[in-house]
């Protein structure tokens, strides 16, 4: 069973937005203790963890999303959002959710993509 699912990726030109969701298949009394991130894979790059939310909340972002992206979560659906504001086309990539502290080589969900035109 796949852990997460990604979805709300798409083609947009620079300056939009975009709200991305993750569905968690675990328990809410699960999903709301964890520290949850989403992930980008750029083309040609590693993964790399552009955002964290953990009980509080307390959010975390890298500097080249940080006042354009908002990380929040519904822990009664299990559900992990990104709002993305501003975009441009270096947030090109496709974007992913798992708990920060998943054990190394556990499931990946299918992402999504976002594209980020000029």
């Known amino acids: 069973q796949v852990p997460f699912v990604e979805s709300g990726g798409g083609l947009v030109q620079a300056g939009g937005s975009l709200r991305l969701s993750c569905v968690a298949s675990?328990?809410?009394?699960?999903?709301?203790?964890?520290?949850m991130g989403w992930y980008r894979q750029a083309p040609g790059k590693q993964r790399e963890l552009i955002a964290t939310?953990?009980?509080?909340?307390?959010?975390d972002y890298i500097d080249s999303v940080k006042g354009r992206f908002t990380i929040s979560r519904n822990t009664l659906a299990s559900t992990l959002y990104l709002q993305m504001n501003e975009l441009k086309p270096e947030d090109t990539g496709v974007y992913y959710c798992?708990?920060?502290?998943?054990?190394?080589?556990?499931?990946w969900g299918p992402g999504t993509q976002v594209t980020v035109s000029s």
């Open positions: 798992k708990s920060i502290y998943a054990p190394s080589g556990s499931s």
């Open positions: 939310i953990r009980n509080g909340p307390i959010t």
């Open positions: 675990e328990s809410t009394s699960s999903f709301r203790m964890k520290t």
